[in-house]
C-alpha cells in the first residue's frame, strides 16, 4: 500500500522552527518528486516547495524562499521541510505528495496533478 505520512507539525511562537517529515511506504521515492502545500482556513491550497528526487531540482514559493529548506534522506525514504523564522501567516495544514519523475511548474505551484497526497500536519505559528 503505496502511503505517505506527515509528522513534525504543531504549535510555534513566531521567529521559531520546525521540520516537517514526509516518510513513504510501498514505494522508493527515488523516482519521485516529492511537494509541500499548505492550506490555511479560508484559503486556497498553496504549493511551498518541491523537489525532484532524480536531479535534485527544487522550487521555492516566494513565502518560502529563504526560510524554507527541502530536502530527502534516501536511506529513510523521506523527504523534510526545514521551517525557520515562522510567522503567523504560515499557520496551515501541511500536507507532502508525491508525483513519478519530475515535477511541473503546475504541479509545484498548486498540487494539481499530483499523483499520492497525506493526511497533512497541523502548523500553528502564535504567541
Known amino acids: 500500500q503505496l502511503q505517505l505520512v506527515e509528522s513534525g507539525g504543531g504549535l510555534v511562537q513566531p521567529g521559531g522552527s520546525l521540520r516537517l517529515s514526509c516518510a513513504a511506504s510501498?514505494?522508493?521515492?527515488?523516482?519521485?518528486?516529492i511537494g509541500w502545500y499548505r492550506q490555511a482556513p479560508g484559503k486556497e491550497r498553496e504549493g511551498v516547495s518541491c523537489i525532484s528526487t532524480r536531479d535534485g531540482r527544487t522550487y521555492y514559493a516566494e513565502s518560502a524562499k529563504g526560510r524554507f529548506t527541502i530536502s530527502r534522506d534516501n536511506a529513510k525514504n523521506t523527504v523534510y521541510l526545514q521551517m525557520n523564522n515562522l510567522i503567523p501567516e504560515d499557520t496551515a495544514i501541511y500536507s507532502c505528495a508525491a508525483t513519478w519523475g519530475p515535477f511541473t511548474t503546475t504541479q509545484a505551484v498548486s498540487g494539481a496533478g499530483m499523483d499520492y497526497w497525506g493526511k497533512g500536519t497541523e502548523v500553528t505559528v502564535s504567541s
Open positions: 510501498g514505494f522508493s521515492l527515488d523516482n519521485y518528486a
